[in-house]
């Protein structure tokens, strides 16, 4: 990753953030947009907003992720496929499958497998990430939905964004509860600590809604299902760390001394959209990903 270091002099033109990036390392909007969202830009070591105005002694620091032009082959890696047309396509994605290349991540990942079954997905996100409408992370497991072709990207994508498409989840988190529903209404962005991790935080961060239910109690755990109102980055498993009750087996946001699953346990289980040509409601419900089932039939056996 390359690290450019702008300062600005009263010779630089003092306008919003996003507008000084774009003119002085000469990138597309949306690269720009990108670099800001995920919080690869610092003026004097803080994170801003993209309408941050620039003022003369500011120094910029942009982290800059390496553009790869590596070819996305198609690989003949086995689906599982709970419903396909000619415009989408519903995956019950495995646990450990990467959705789409990234670095370090170039083979195996959802993407090829698509590219290798069908010749034609929707080119809106790019050559990396073709037909993805939303992504769900390596280790949660579970159903989403792929585009053929852009008016089904568009149709699905407008509605992520006004909240008719329903996403439902269940996972295994810490801590019993004493209520049983709830709404975390927290806003997440980059953790200013590890750039790695997402976290709740009113700076630079995008407004998150997740609802849950419990659905039953253990001694040390609890088996839940959530449903998000937002789709941010790592949104539920930020969300329960948030509330002190982070999913169990996740590496990255839960305790050390966790259930072992080789990944958190957080399973996309139910997915409703209209589809984009019939305009019909469609609902699918898959069950439990196996190591989410063995975990909690132990639990309810009382072996954790």
Do not use: W
């Not at 990234?102 to 073709?130: Q, W």
């Not at 590890?194 to 995008?206: E, F, G, I, L, Y």
């Amino acid at each position: 990753m390359e690290t450019r270091i702008l300062k600005i002099d009263g010779d630089t033109k003092l306008d919003r953030l996003d507008k000084v990036l774009a003119e002085k390392l000469d990138f597309s909007r949306k690269r720009i947009k990108d670099l800001l969202d995920e919080g690869n830009v610092l003026v004097n070591q803080k994170v801003m907003k993209a309408s941050y105005k620039v003022s003369v002694g500011d120094e910029i620091a942009v982290s800059i992720p390496e553009l790869d032009s590596t070819e996305v082959l198609p690989e003949p890696i086995d689906l599982n496929i709970v419903y396909e047309d000619h415009d989408i396509i519903v995956i019950n994605k495995s646990k450990g499958m990467v959705v789409h290349p990234a670095p370090g991540h170039y083979s195996g990942t959802l993407v090829n497998a698509l590219l290798y079954h069908c010749k034609d997905l929707s080119g809106i996100n790019g050559v990396m990430r073709p037909g993805i409408v939303h992504r769900i992370d390596k280790d949660t497991s579970g159903l989403l939905v792929v585009a053929k072709n852009d008016v089904a990207h568009e149709s699905l994508s407008q509605q992520l964004q006004d909240k008719t498409c329903h996403r439902e989840y269940v996972a295994i988190v810490h801590n019993p509860f004493t209520h049983e529903h709830g709404t975390i209404h927290a806003p997440i962005g980059r953790d200013e600590k590890d750039r790695q991790k997402m976290a709740v935080t009113a700076n630079n961060s995008k407004d998150a809604i997740t609802h849950f239910t419990v659905l039953e109690n253990f001694k040390k755990f609890a088996y839940i299902k959530c449903q998000l109102e937002t789709g941010r980055t790592h949104q539920i498993r930020v969300h329960m760390q948030y509330i002190e009750h982070p999913i169990a087996g996740d590496p990255k946001y839960g305790p050390r001394k966790t259930i072992q699953a080789n990944g958190q346990l957080l399973h996309a289980c139910a997915l409703e959209f209209v589809h984009p040509t019939t305009k019909e409601k469609m609902r699918f419900e898959i069950g439990l990903e196996p190591t989410f089932e063995r975990v909690l039939n132990e639990l309810r056996k009382g072996e954790e």
